[in-house]
């Protein structure tokens, strides 16, 4: 079987980081006698420099082709105040792949529990999946100069698909799903709630619990280790993945997923953003990245083991002592990618 990876690196440190999870993913594959092919394309400024075009109309098509999009970052301090904006690009490409899950997993590593600013993080280790195309983010919008209003809409079928997919994380994590919602205010929220339920039925090994967002807010920061797989709607998704990152403390650590129908190409990205400040230094940390690499090959390659060996490789590395400068170490780019390459 070949695996077919289109990397945008885009701008900022996204070239430097995306090298580094290339050059993982090649080691693994090579290692598991899986041939990896891998194009890489234009997206955001460097793409508007290029073409005019944040996503030009041939990166659309090699990314439909894929099993899978790596991403680096987008934008810059070049760019700002454009009338063509890099930013669009990514806007545009979630769009075009119709990604309406999207999957974070936040972590605290040992030897870097000091980094996140709540004390009882240890060990944190969790994944919120979060519904992303719909919600009040999408919903019918009216601005007047008085009033103002926007609609927060779902169907039952939204809900189900993005459920299904945290349900299957739950199941094979530990069996564990925290549905949250806004139920006692919200119509929207009780649809998501009964719907939630209703998928739960096929799922016997999956132990499904509801909460308040407001209340999870709360849980988040005085005893975030009771939970394990956290599933919401887009704006409550927002608000917490953004506050579960902070609590582990570490951006430069952070991958995602956003997946979209099952058979079609999820695109994988670190969290960060370009980081202009850091670019063209070799001094970022690739991890975010390389992580999201792990997350191709569990979702987009059903590679499960794989992704667990490059998991296990990052953690070691970190748990040695090799960090970059926003961990608080020395090590530059390469030199945390050879220690994570040696330890495969
Ligand atoms: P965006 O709007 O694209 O999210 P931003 O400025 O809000 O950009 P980042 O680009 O993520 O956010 O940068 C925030 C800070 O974190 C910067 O100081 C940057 O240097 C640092 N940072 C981000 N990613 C990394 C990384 N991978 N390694 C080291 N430092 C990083
Ligand atoms: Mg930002």
Same mark, same amino acid.
């Given at each position: 079987? /070949?695996?077919?990876?289109?990397?945008?690196p885009?701008?900022?440190?996204?070239p430097?980081?995306?090298?580094a999870?290339?050059?993982?993913l090649?080691a693994v594959?090579?290692?598991a006698?899986?041939?990896?092919?891998?194009? $890489?394309h234009?997206?955001?400024?460097?793409?508007?420099d290029?073409?005019g075009?944040?996503?030009?109309?041939?990166t659309l098509?090699?990314c439909?082709?894929?099993?899978?999009? &790596?991403?680096g970052?987008v #934008?810059?301090?070049k760019?700002?105040?454009?009338?063509v904006?890099?930013e669009q690009?990514?806007l545009?490409?979630r769009e075009?792949?119709?990604l309406?899950?999207n999957?974070?997993p936040?972590?605290?590593f040992?030897?870097?529990?000091? =980094?996140? *600013?709540?004390?009882?993080?240890a060990?944190?280790?969790i994944?919120i999946?979060?519904?992303?195309?719909?919600?009040?983010?999408?919903?019918e919008?009216?601005?007047?100069?008085?009033v103002a209003s926007?609609?927060?809409t779902?169907?039952?079928?939204e809900v189900?698909?993005?459920?299904?997919?945290a349900?299957e994380?739950?199941?094979?994590?530990n069996?564990?799903l925290t549905s949250v919602?806004?139920?006692?205010?919200l119509?929207?929220s009780r649809?998501w709630r009964? /719907?939630a339920?209703?998928?739960a039925?096929?799922?016997?090994e999956?132990?499904?619990? $509801?909460? &308040?967002?407001?209340a999870?807010?709360?849980?988040?920061v005085t $005893? *975030?280790?009771?939970?394990?797989?956290l599933?919401?709607?887009?704006?409550?998704?927002?608000i917490?993945?953004?506050?579960a990152?902070?609590?582990s %403390?570490?951006i430069g650590?952070?991958a995602?997923a956003?997946?979209?129908a099952p058979g /079609?190409p999820? =695109?994988?990205?670190?969290? $960060?953003?370009?980081? *202009?400040?850091?670019?063209g230094?070799?001094?970022a940390? *690739?991890?975010?990245a390389?992580l999201?690499a792990?997350?191709f090959?569990r979702? %987009?390659?059903?590679?499960?083991?794989l992704a667990?060996?490059i998991?296990a490789?990052?953690e070691?590395?970190l748990k040695?002592?090799?960090?970059?400068?926003?961990? #608080?170490g020395?090590a530059n780019?390469?030199?945390?990618?050879?220690?994570i390459?040696?330890?495969?």
């Amino acid at each position: 079987m /070949t695996l077919n990876l289109v990397v945008l690196p885009g701008d900022g440190i996204g070239p430097e980081v995306t090298k580094a999870a290339e050059d993982v993913l090649s080691a693994v594959c090579k290692g598991a006698g899986l041939e990896l092919k891998m194009s $890489h394309h234009l997206i955001g400024g460097i793409a508007i420099d290029e073409t005019g075009n944040p996503l030009p109309e041939e990166t659309l098509a090699a990314c439909a082709d894929a099993q899978g999009v &790596l991403l680096g970052a987008v #934008g810059g301090p070049k760019w700002d105040g454009g009338s063509v904006r890099p930013e669009q690009g990514l806007l545009r490409i979630r769009e075009a792949l119709g990604l309406f899950t999207n999957i974070r997993p936040v972590r605290v590593f040992e030897g870097l529990e000091h =980094l996140s *600013p709540i004390k009882n993080a240890a060990g944190l280790d969790i994944v919120i999946v979060r519904e992303l195309t719909g919600g009040i983010y999408f919903g019918e919008r009216q601005e007047g100069d008085e009033v103002a209003s926007d609609l927060c809409t779902y169907s039952a079928e939204e809900v189900r698909r993005v459920v299904a997919p945290a349900f299957e994380i739950a199941k094979a994590r530990n069996g564990k799903l925290t549905s949250v919602d806004k139920a006692n205010v919200l119509a929207s929220s009780r649809l998501w709630r009964r /719907t939630a339920e209703a998928v739960a039925k096929d799922y016997p090994e999956v132990t499904l619990s $509801h909460a &308040l967002v407001d209340a999870m807010a709360m849980h988040l920061v005085t $005893h *975030p280790n009771d939970f394990d797989v956290l599933v919401t709607e887009n704006m409550f998704g927002d608000i917490l993945s953004d506050e579960a990152a902070a609590v582990s %403390g570490s951006i430069g650590l952070a991958a995602s997923a956003s997946l979209g129908a099952p058979g /079609t190409p999820g =695109l994988y990205e670190p969290i $960060h953003g370009s980081a *202009p400040d850091i670019a063209g230094q070799g001094v970022a940390n *690739p991890s975010g990245a390389i992580l999201s690499a792990a997350m191709f090959l569990r979702f %987009g390659a059903a590679r499960e083991d794989l992704a667990s060996q490059i998991e296990a490789a990052v953690e070691s590395a970190l748990k040695a002592g090799v960090l970059t400068r926003d961990l #608080g170490g020395d090590a530059n780019t390469e030199e945390i990618t050879s220690a994570i390459l040696e330890r495969l």
